[in-house]
């Protein structure tokens, strides 16, 4: 086989891959995906999470798509961006563990902004898979609804962060409480935590998130909404005391 040929096989071959990496190369699409891997959404949606310009969101996305690591579903007026699939979310979840382990840097920011995490005792994905088959967890999503209807853990509860206050009473006194929300470093979990426990409750963090317990092949449920974003048929699951 001539050598020039081999060389300029390989040349190309590698630059197609260098594609994905190029896409990657931006905190900004990153997060996109990130947010993407917990529903679909259209760039006016990214936008307001993001607190980026729709110019700006946009682009990013043009990036991603380009790369074929987002695809868009149209629905009349609006056009709902994706992950291509699963294989994407895998991609940013082999990023971060390569960040965790070889980067210190990403341990003093996580350090910086989330002083108290630590005493936040987080649960594993496996302790929680355990606990409940046993049956003696409630677990809470406090991801906004229309992120819980695209998928979560079976018989988790959904309050959102911002209703946690006004909900109260939904939960059990006599049962640990275990709070999810959409990664390891999302911090709506971290609040629902601290929160419930100056109320007087027992309740740990999920270390990880729904795509993370979805990727580790785990059982994922979804909801139907109705009008104003509301859960059709959301009740606490048959068994679970409130008092």
Not at 120 to 144: A, C, H, Q, S, Y
Not at 179 to 199: H, K, N, T
Not at 207 to 230: F, I, Q
Request: glycine letters at 6%.
């Amino acid at each position: 086989m001539n050598s020039d040929w081999k060389r300029a096989f390989k040349r190309e071959l590698f630059d197609q891959f260098a594609r994905i990496g190029k896409a990657m190369a931006s905190g900004a699409r990153i997060e996109l995906l990130d947010l993407l891997s917990q529903t679909e959404r259209t760039v006016e949606q990214l936008a307001d999470l993001t607190e980026m310009s729709i110019s700006n969101v946009s682009q990013h996305l043009q990036v991603l798509r380009r790369a074929q690591l987002v695809e868009v579903r149209r629905d009349g007026l609006y056009a709902f961006y994706r992950p291509a699939d699963e294989k994407v979310f895998r991609l940013w979840q082999a990023m971060r563990d390569v960040g965790e382990a070889r980067l210190a840097e990403i341990e003093r920011v996580v350090g910086t902004y989330l002083k108290d995490r630590a005493s936040l005792e987080p649960v594993t994905v496996e302790e929680l898979e355990k606990r409940l088959d046993n049956g003696n967890v409630v677990v809470i999503d406090v991801r906004p609804v229309e992120e819980f209807a695209a998928g979560h853990i079976p018989k988790a509860l959904s309050i959102p962060v911002n209703e946690l206050k006004r909900r109260l009473s939904e939960l059990p006194r006599t049962k640990e409480i275990v709070a999810y929300c959409r990664g390891p470093y999302c911090v709506q979990s971290d609040e629902a935590v601290s929160f419930l426990r100056r109320q007087g409750f027992k309740v740990r963090r999920l270390e990880l998130g729904l795509p993370d317990w979805r990727s580790g092949g785990l059982p994922v449920v979804t909801a139907k909404l109705g009008r104003r974003n509301r859960l059709v048929r959301h009740r606490i699951p048959s068994g679970l005391s409130r008092s």
